[in-house]
């Protein structure tokens, strides 16, 4: 399907737009608006930044991001696996680091949607970004400990190290903030779905929470004042940007570049399965690229397309990018009218809220496929990918996942299934297929699969024995890909083939596989009366032929 321009969208979207409409996208907005309210608090402070900070992304996110993405259920902000990433990198490079990665990094996504290169993310395989999420929960779960049990742990490099610290001993449980997160734990756990349906669990959570914790008079740690206004105090500035030391940021850019792509196509393949409405990856990525660039300069963090809204969007009824807009305008209204209240949050009830979400964003259902039907290389993927995260520097973690992507990817397409079989006269005669059954030596060899350089192996084994062999015919009719290592292994054959007499013959070859023959020489050297529509073709010339290389 042809990209379509973003005003292309625009018309598609707001064709026959009505009062009811805007109701329902009025009604969306509001709705994912509350839930998306303590979850760019959570993630703002996750992130190694402030709530406000957080609190600003998710703003300017559902209004740049909503206004040029590429389809109109995609809810944009600060979300979980980003905040993974980012705490390692303000623990690295303070906030500046993340604002200049970040920056840099929509400069990147935009190049890539501009070149058109978003189909090239979905290549990597399901496991792979399965491993990867389970690790970046495993990270925000590990990461929100302290503020869970209301104490300070030494920083570390990794998610990993940071656990087994814990084991150490050397610290004494704030007993009054580990009863505020459990009590964010349970009602997010405890509270029936229908419920949650009208007002969100993790919100009222905080509410009681913070509730509890002013009643009580507890002396918890708190979020604290949030700016009312878009400006933050502490935000990039173009003569704070490092020039001179920009090769520094390569690896943070990279690993943002990929989880934002990442994230924000996948949001885009769940929704476009809720809505039957196809997601313009390119143009989705053009807008995650602008966004971001953007971003820092108002002092928030990076952003990316989140699954867990964009649904809740399309659930409540969503019907056009406008319900981003208004989700967008809400949440900046509650900077406004309710700054004072989300100032007193207690940390650990944003933990809480963190740490059911973390669990909740594993990719249950793929994990249970994967290890309940025993897809070895599935687990093997997934159980690497995950491990890396935890334990390496994100960065690294990125470049195991994909270069074990690559493997994964060769592994499942190296295999060619090659059938070799002797020409049977009578089967012939029975279709109806006159032969002379002059030549008895003649076989014919279905391959079905991709015939290159990881398959020359396979191609080369099965013909390792040509002994009587005077005709041989190989159907291609399964084989739609073939590079130049695939030509030189035909083209040995055939040399083998001629030197005892032989000849090779073809059926079924597909036009763009027939065409890299040609331009490797093959279709020259063995001729273009070797090619026939079907096997059964080729037997009969070479019959009609009189078998003369026989």
């Given at each position: 399907m042809p990209r379509r321009s973003l005003s292309r969208l625009y018309q598609d979207e707001f064709l026959n737009y009505s009062l009811a409409r805007f109701q329902q996208d009025l009604l969306a907005g509001l709705t994912v608006a509350a839930v998306a309210l303590p979850l760019a608090l959570a993630f703002g402070v996750a992130s190694g930044a402030s709530a406000a900070a957080g609190l600003v992304t998710a703003i300017l996110a559902g209004l740049i991001m909503g206004l040029l993405g590429g389809a109109p259920y995609q809810i944009s902000g600060p979300t979980g696996a980003m905040s993974a990433v980012l705490i390692v990198l303000v623990a690295r490079y303070g906030l500046e680091g993340i604002w200049v990665a970040g920056l840099l990094s929509g400069a990147l996504l935009l190049v890539i949607g501009l070149l058109r290169l978003g189909r090239f993310i979905a290549f990597i395989p399901a496991p792979v970004i399965s491993g990867f999420t389970s690790g970046i929960a495993l990270i925000i779960f590990i990461g929100q400990i302290d503020n869970l049990l209301g104490i300070k742990t030494p920083a570390t490099e990794t998610a990993a190290q940071k656990f087994i610290g814990y084991f150490h001993g050397g610290f004494v449980p704030n007993?009054?903030?580990?009863?505020?997160?459990?009590?964010v734990i349970g009602t997010m756990l405890l509270m029936p779905k229908k419920w949650n349906a009208r007002f969100p669990a993790s919100l009222l959570g905080l509410i009681l929470a913070t509730l509890l914790n002013y009643a009580l008079n507890w002396s918890t740690s708190m979020i604290g004042a949030i700016p009312q206004t878009l400006f933050l105090e502490q935000r990039l500035s173009l003569a704070n940007i490092p020039f001179m030391n920009l090769a520094d940021f390569i690896a943070p850019i990279l690993t943002i570049t990929a989880l934002g792509a990442v994230e924000s196509l996948l949001a885009g393949?769940?929704?476009?399965?809720?809505?039957?409405?196809?997601?313009?990856?390119?143009?989705?990525?053009?807008?995650?690229?602008?966004?971001?660039?953007?971003?820092?300069?108002?002092?928030?963090?990076?952003?990316?397309?989140?699954?867990?809204?964009?649904?809740?969007?399309?659930?409540?009824?969503?019907?056009?990018?406008?319900?981003s807009i208004i989700h967008a305008i809400g949440l900046l209204l509650s900077m406004f009218l309710l700054a004072p209240l989300m100032a007193r949050i207690p940390l650990a009830?944003?933990?809480?809220?963190?740490?059911?979400?973390?669990?909740?964003?594993?990719?249950?259902?793929?994990?249970?496929?994967?290890?309940?039907?025993r897809f070895k290389t599935d687990m093997i993927a997934f159980t690497i990918t995950m491990l890396a995260t935890i334990v390496l520097d994100l960065t690294q973690a990125i470049l195991v996942g994909s270069v074990l992507a690559g493997a994964v990817f060769l592994n499942k397409i190296a295999s060619i299934d090659i059938n070799v079989q002797e020409v049977d006269i009578d089967r012939l005669k029975q279709k109806g297929i006159e032969t002379e059954g002059k030549c008895q030596h003649v076989r014919v060899a279905f391959l079905t699969g991709p015939l290159f350089f990881a398959a020359t192996g396979q191609f080369n084994e099965a013909f390792a024995d040509l002994k009587e062999t005077h005709a041989l015919i190989l159907s291609m009719r399964g084989v739609s890909l073939i590079d130049t290592a695939g030509i030189e292994a035909i083209h040995r054959l055939y040399e083998r083939l001629h030197k005892q007499g032989g000849t090779l013959m073809f059926a079924g070859v597909h036009d763009n596989a027939k065409?890299?023959?040609?331009?490797?020489?093959?279709?020259?050297?063995?001729?273009?009366?070797?090619?026939?529509?079907?096997?059964?073709?080729?037997?009969?010339?070479a019959e009609r032929r009189g078998c003369k290389f026989c």
């Open positions: 007993f009054q903030a580990l009863t505020i997160g459990l009590v393949a769940v929704g476009s399965n809720m809505t039957g409405i196809r997601l313009q990856a390119n143009q989705e990525l053009i807008a995650q690229g602008i966004g971001n660039m953007l971003i820092p300069f108002f002092g928030g963090v990076p952003a990316t397309a989140a699954i867990a809204r964009s649904s809740v969007g399309i659930k409540s009824g969503g019907q056009t990018r406008l319900f009830a944003l933990a809480g809220v963190l740490m059911v979400t973390a669990v909740r964003m594993n990719e249950w259902d793929a994990i249970k496929f994967i290890f309940g039907n065409q890299m023959m040609e331009r490797g020489g093959l279709v020259k050297t063995i001729g273009e009366d070797n090619f026939f529509w079907s096997s059964d073709q080729a037997i009969v010339e």
